[in-house]
């Protein structure tokens, strides 16, 4: 079964400050995909990254990186200089390749920014 | 591109009534559509998987007499709240996975923008 934990229920953060959002997931599959989304207070999910099992490459996206950690099952997400445009709920989330590729998605993290 | 949309964006009802939600592809088809879930802060939770021309899969602990999943057409798919309750208010959101799997889509999910459910 798989299993997606966001143990970071609330971060607070001052505008301007670093800040680096959780996720470990479990799974039994070899080749899997890991992803993030953002909700803000609209509800609408945007996506925001998908990660293939197989590339253990840290990505960047303007303030975004993620970092992904095989051995450790953690795939966390990182907002330099944060906003308060940043406010939202995260969701990491993971899918099987096989099947019909459900996600699973972690409780979320609520980041609120004040200026 | 992949565009998912969602109709209504909110309803409110009375208890007792059933709701239909539409969920439509609108530049791709999508042989798969997937339901979710979500109560005030919590996550969102896969309520059924829904494969045109056929069948939805239903989770475990999801009624599917009370939650009808119908998916005709490869655009298309709705979801109907039969006899609800003020329990089943909740923020309903669906996914659309692209059936011409071009590069760079395979086995992504497109979310629609969500319909809150509010029952009286």
């Known amino acids: 079964a798989q299993k997606v934990t966001q143990a970071q229920t609330e971060i607070s953060v001052v505008e301007k400050e670093d800040v680096t959002l959780d996720c470990v997931y479990e799974?039994?599959?070899?080749?899997?995909?890991l992803f993030w989304y953002k909700q803000p207070p609209s509800g609408e999910l945007v996506f925001l990254i998908r990660?293939?099992?197989?590339?253990?490459q840290n990505e960047i996206s303007g303030r975004y990186s993620w970092n992904f950690q095989k051995s450790t099952s953690s795939f966390n997400f990182t907002i330099t200089a944060s906003q308060v445009v940043d406010s939202a709920v995260y969701f990491c989330?993971?899918?099987?390749?096989?099947?019909?590729?459900?996600?699973?998605f972690g409780k979320g993290t609520m980041l609120l920014v004040s200026p | 591109g992949a565009v998912v949309s969602q109709h209504p964006s909110w309803v409110i009802c009375k208890s007792g009534t059933s709701v239909k939600i539409e969920c439509r592809s609108l530049?791709?088809?999508?042989?798969?559509m997937f339901w979710y879930r979500q109560f005030p802060k919590q996550s969102l939770m896969l309520m059924a998987t829904?494969?045109?021309?056929?069948?939805?899969?239903?989770e475990q602990g999801v009624e599917k007499d009370k939650f009808l999943i119908n998916h005709a057409s490869l655009t298309l798919s709705t979801l109907t709240v039969t006899s609800a309750h003020p329990e089943d208010s909740s923020f309903y959101i669906c996914?659309?996975?692209?059936?011409?799997?071009?590069?760079?889509?395979?086995?992504?999910?497109?979310f629609g923008p969500g319909t809150r459910l509010t029952v009286l």
């Open positions: 990660r293939n099992s197989f590339d253990e």
């Open positions: 799974t039994r599959d070899t080749t899997y995909y």
């Open positions: 996914s659309a996975r692209d059936r011409g799997n071009p590069s760079g889509r395979a086995d992504e999910q497109f």
């Open positions: 829904s494969n045109e021309g056929s069948k939805a899969t239903y």
């Open positions: 989330a993971l899918s099987e390749l096989k099947g019909y590729s459900t996600l699973t």
């Open positions: 530049d791709f088809q999508a042989t798969t």
